[in-house]
């Protein structure tokens, strides 16, 4: 009788938790991810009329689809969403952000779908300005925590000029134009972006950006099956011309 009771209460304890195991299972599969962005970037992404907008928006919204996941955007400053990332804020982060070594040391990317160059800005005025030598002595505005501030960094040092950090990119361009700083460097589309909306600027100069292009981010060794839904996704929009069609849809062809 003893024997049997004892073989009752493993039998209990094993169903117990194959069901727990189960739950939790099925609880991950419908986990809605939040995922981290800086939406004061267009045409990649910002906020218009309370909605998010934009070529990523609209990129992770159809690789919900074909990936099966619920998702909700988590809106930070943009050196906040690695941060965020690794103190598991946030599940994901895309926010047109270049796939470095640098960066690949501490999160894990997905494919690249996005490649870019570096642009230079300057007022159309500032004739004195024609290339990177010709920047000595000048001040050069960058976005806080991208790639085109690490690039600004580099360019003041090699040339003799000095940068300075904006907490978005909209600061940088409105100081340009106002004659605080005498340029900028920006991605190539919101750079081309903003060139529409501020007459008295130009570009001057274009590079190949550092990086392999930009990509979805998550914590290092975290969500793999996730990241693979989210490459094969991305693989399947190249294939069938659906992220040559949202790049159209955003002029960046």
């Known amino acids: 009788m003893f024997k049997s009771a004892k073989k009752l209460i493993f039998a209990f304890v094993v169903g117990a938790f194959l069901v727990a195991c ?19 970037y267009p045409p ?15 990129l992770i919204d159809e690789i919900a689809k074909r990936a099966g996941f619920k998702f909700q955007w988590v809106n930070m400053s943009y050196d906040g969403l690695i941060p965020a990332l690794k103190t598991g804020k946030v599940d994901l982060i895309i926010s047109s952000m270049n796939i ?10 997905s494919h690249p779908y996005f490649v870019d160059k ?26 806080l925590g991208t790639q085109q501030e690490e690039r600004a960094m580099q360019v003041a040092k090699e040339y003799g000029a000095s940068e300075v950090s904006f907490k978005d990119v909209l600061g940088a361009i409105l100081s340009l134009d106002t ?14 972006n903003y060139l529409g909306q501020y007459p008295k600027l130009t570009e001057f100069y274009t590079e ?11 914590d290092k060794g975290k969500n793999k099956a996730i990241m693979e839904k989210i490459n094969k996704a991305i693989d399947a929009m190249k294939a069938d011309g659906s992220l040559e069609a949202l790049a159209k849809k955003y002029k960046l062809k």
Do not use: C, M, Q
């Open 22 to 40: 189960s739950n939790t299972s099925h609880s991950d599969e419908n986990k809605t991810l939040a995922i981290g962005v800086n939406a004061t």
């Open 44 to 58: 990649f992404e910002y906020i218009e009329d309370a909605k998010y907008k934009g070529y990523d928006i609209d």
């Open 100 to 109: 470095t070594p640098d960066r690949a040391k501490s999160v894990d990317f």
């Open 118 to 143: 570096n642009v230079y800005l300057k007022r159309k005025s500032s004739t004195d300005i024609t290339n990177l030598e010709s920047l000595k002595g000048k001040k050069i505005g960058a976005y």
């Open 179 to 192: 004659n605080k700083i005498d340029a900028v460097v920006a991605d190539g589309a919101t750079a081309v």
């Open 208 to 218: 190949d950006s550092d990086g392999e292009g930009f990509g979805i981010a998550t």
